[in-house]
């Protein structure tokens, strides 16, 4: 088993850093400068990330950015959750709206988004298909009402379109 993979549900920082590296690595995403203060990072500040000899290897000048950047990503991942969390950590200090936009940052958002989309395509069920209940319905209708807030405009239309005339008479 590996050293990154751990029986969780959720992304472990491993293997968010397994999805980020080819968009870490793209011509032109980290410049030189960033990629020696990430590093100047894991070697300096609490915890030690990256000893003293492994820093050096990682800023060698001679070899390239990218080839640079491949092997402190590979590195990391080996040795642990730990070491790829103050990467990120790292990663957002010195190149934040890099950090906003990484892939595994985005897998996040729709899932959110399509939750709430379920939660509110369920409770318009439920109101449609269930008989009219003057006891228990109207709490229930005034807090559907107030979705469309948070769900996209389209769908909000025909969201409010429906609830219109049962909201007309509170």
Do not use: W
């Not at 500040?45 to 402190?72: G, H, M």
Request: proline share 7%; glycine share 4%; aromatic share 8%.
């Amino acid at each position: 088993m590996d050293v990154c993979r751990q029986p969780q549900q959720d992304q472990t920082y491993c293997d968010r850093l397994v999805q980020d590296t080819p968009f870490l690595t793209g011509q032109g995403r980290l410049s030189e400068q960033q990629v020696d203060r990430i590093i100047l990072q894991l070697n300096r500040y609490y915890p030690q990330i990256l000893t003293n000899k492994e820093a050096e290897k990682f800023r060698n000048p001679k070899a390239s950015l990218r080839v640079r950047l491949c092997d402190l990503l590979s590195h990391l991942q080996q040795c642990g959750e730990r070491h790829c969390q103050e990467f990120y950590r790292a990663l957002y200090i010195h190149a934040q709206p890099l950090h906003s936009h990484l892939p595994s940052r985005y897998t996040l958002r729709p899932m959110s988004f399509l939750a709430g989309l379920g939660l509110a395509a369920g409770l318009a069920l439920i109101l449609y298909c269930c008989p009219p209940d003057p006891k228990v319905l109207p709490g229930t209708r005034r807090i559907l009402a107030f979705s469309p807030v948070i769900i996209d405009r389209h769908v909000s239309r025909y969201l409010l379109a429906f609830l219109a005339d049962d909201l007309r008479g509170f």
